[in-house]
C-alpha cells in the first residue's frame, strides 16, 4: 500500500464523507477542545493536480493518512466556501532532541499541519511523511533514489495523536479501576459499572492466569494481565469510533508491550525453563545441541509473534473496514453503496469481536509463556 | 519488513513503554491490589459460610441421628416395661387365682369335715333318740304286753338269747 | 511489491486460511462430540489459530 502526502488533495467528496463523520464525532466526542485552523496560503496548484487525482486514490491516500500517527489532535478537516481549508482538532507538544541545540519543545501549530517549516532555537523543521526532518527556511526535503528523504532526523519524543490517546486511555483506566477497588470498601459486592468489570477480572484469573500459570504463582502476573487486557482492549475499540486514532496499528506500541512479556518471562524463568532451552532432557545429546538454537529462537520469535499479531490484526481491520466504506463513494448508486453499506456495518461487529479477541490472545498468550517460564516440572 | 522498520517511531515507543509501566504499577497498587483482594477476601467469607452451613447441617443430621436412638431406646424400655408388667399382672392374676383356689379348697374340705362331724353328731344323736324311742316304745309296749312277771321273764330270755346269737 | 511477491503473500493467506480452518472444523468436531468441553477447546483452538496466524503474518511481512 502506498503512502501519500497528507495535506494536499481535498475536494468535494472528502468533504461530503467528511461531515458526514463530522455528526457522528459530535455525538461521541464532546472533550475535546476544538480548535480551528484556516490555513489562508492554500496554493492554487495544490487545487489543480487534486482535479487530476482519481477518487480511488483520494480513498487510498485516506486510508494511509488514517493509518499513520500525526503531531496534532486533528478529528476532521474540509474546505470551506472560499476553498480555504479547515482543519478541526487541537495541536500538540513537539518534543525534538536535537543533537546541535538540545531539547526543543514548540506547538504543532506551528507547522500548520505539515506545510509549513517550524522554527525553534534557530533551526526548521519539517514534517515529511509524517516524520520529523531538519530542514531550511524553505522546507527543502533532499530525496534520495529511491525517494527516501536524507535530511536528518532529531531523535523525536512529540506528544503525538497516539501518545496522547495513549496518555488519555491510562488516565481513564486509572480512574475506572481505583474507583471500582474504592467500592469494595463499603460493599463486598462490584458497585455501577464495576458489576460489568468485574466477571472480566474474574475470567482473566480463573480462565486466563491460572490455567496457564498455576495456582501457586500466578498472583505475581495478574497486575499486568489485567492490565494489558484492558488497554488493549480499550485501545481496539477506540480505534473504531470515528475519532480516527488507531494506536494498536503502531509497530513501536505493539513492541513495547510484547518487549514487556519477553522481560517477564525471561526475568522470571526458572531453572527449569533454562534447561529446557539449552539442554532439552530426554533427548539424546546430538539432538540437544540442535534444539538449543531453536529453542533460543523460540523465545525471540513468541514476543515476536505476538508483536505483528495484534499490529496486523488491527491495521488489516482498519485497512478493510475503510476499503469498503469507500466503495460507498466509488459506487454512488443505489445498489452498490447500500450494500457496501451493510458489509461495512457487518465487518465494524466483527470488528468488535476481533477487538476484545485480539486483547484476549494476547493477555492469554503472555499468560501461557509466563507458565512456561515458572513451570515445575516433577521429572526423573 | 522495511516499510514496518520504516514507519517505527521511537518516540511512540519510548511514550508508550512509560506510560504503560506507570500505569501497570499504578494500578497494581490503587486497583488491582484491593479489586482482587476484595474479591479473594469476599470469596473466601462464601466459602467459610459455605462449608460452616454444611458443618451445621451435618451436625444437625447427627442431632436427628441421636434422638432418632433415643426415641428407640425410650420405645424399647417402654415395650420392655409394658411385658414386665403385663408378665406381673399375669403373675399376680395366676397367684391369686390359685390362692382363692387354695382357700375355697380348704374352705370347702373343712365345710365337708365340719359337714362330716355334723353329720356324725346328728347320726349319733339320732341313734341316740331312736335308741331312747325304741325303749321308750319297748317300755310301753313291753309294759303292755308284760303285765306278768312271767311274760317279762319269757321275753328277757329271748332277747338275750338273740344278743348272744348275734 | 513485486508480482512473485503478490503470489508469495497469496500462498501464505491460503495456508494460514487452510490451517486455521482446519483447526476451526476440528474443533467444532470436537465440541459436538463432548458439549461439556467447550471452554477447554475453545481455548485451545483460539491459541492454535492465533499461533498460525501469527506465523502467517511474519511471513506476509517478510514477502
Known sequence: MQRFLRHDYYYHMRREFLIQKITFILLLVSFVSFAQHHDADHGAAAVETSSETSLKEEIKEFIGHHLLDSYDFSLFSYEDEHGKDVHVGAPLPVILWDSETGLNVFSSSNFHHGETPAESKGNFYKVYHSKIYKTDAAGTIHLDDHHHATNEKPLDFSITKNVAVIFLVSLLMFFIFSRMAKSYKTSALPTGFGRLLEPIILYIRDDIAIPNIGKKKYKKYMSYLLTVFFFVWIINLLGLTPLGVNVTNNIAVTLALSLMTYFITTFSGNKDYWKHIFWMPGVPTPMKIILAPIELLGTIIKPFSLMIRLYANITAGHIVLMSIIGLMFIFKNWIGSPLSFGLAFALSLLELLVAALQAYIFTMLSALYFGSAVEEHDHH | ?166 | MTGLNFVGAGLIVIGAGLGIGRIGGSAMDAIARQPEASGKIQTAMLIAAALIEGIGFAALFAA
Open chain 2, 1 to 166: 519488513m522495511d516499510k514496518l522498520i520504516e514507519q517505527f517511531s521511537l518516540g511512540l515507543f519510548f511514550w508508550q513503554s512509560l506510560l504503560f509501566i506507570g500505569l501497570v504499577l499504578l494500578l497494581k497498587k490503587f486497583a488491582w491490589k484491593p479489586i482482587l483482594d476484595a474479591v479473594n477476601e469476599r470469596e473466601e467469607g462464601i466459602q467459610n459460610a459455605l462449608d460452616s452451613a454444611e458443618e451445621a447441617k451435618k451436625e444437625m443430621q447427627s442431632l436427628n441421628a441421636d434422638n432418632e436412638r433415643i426415641l428407640k431406646e425410650a420405645r424399647a424400655e417402654r415395650d420392655s416395661l409394658l411385658k414386665d408388667a403385663r408378665e406381673v399382672k399375669d403373675k399376680l392374676i395366676s397367684d391369686a387365682k390359685e390362692d382363692a383356689q387354695e382357700q375355697a379348697k380348704t374352705i370347702i374340705e373343712n365345710a365337708k369335715a365340719a359337714i362330716e362331724v355334723e353329720k356324725k353328731a346328728a347320726i349319733s344323736e339320732l341313734k341316740t333318740q331312736v335308741a331312747g324311742l325304741s325303749i321308750e316304745i319297748a317300755e310301753k309296749v313291753v309294759k303292755s304286753e308284760l303285765a306278768s312277771k312271767d311274760d317279762q321273764l319269757a321275753l328277757v330270755d329271748k332277747i338275750l338269747g338273740d344278743v348272744t346269737l348275734k
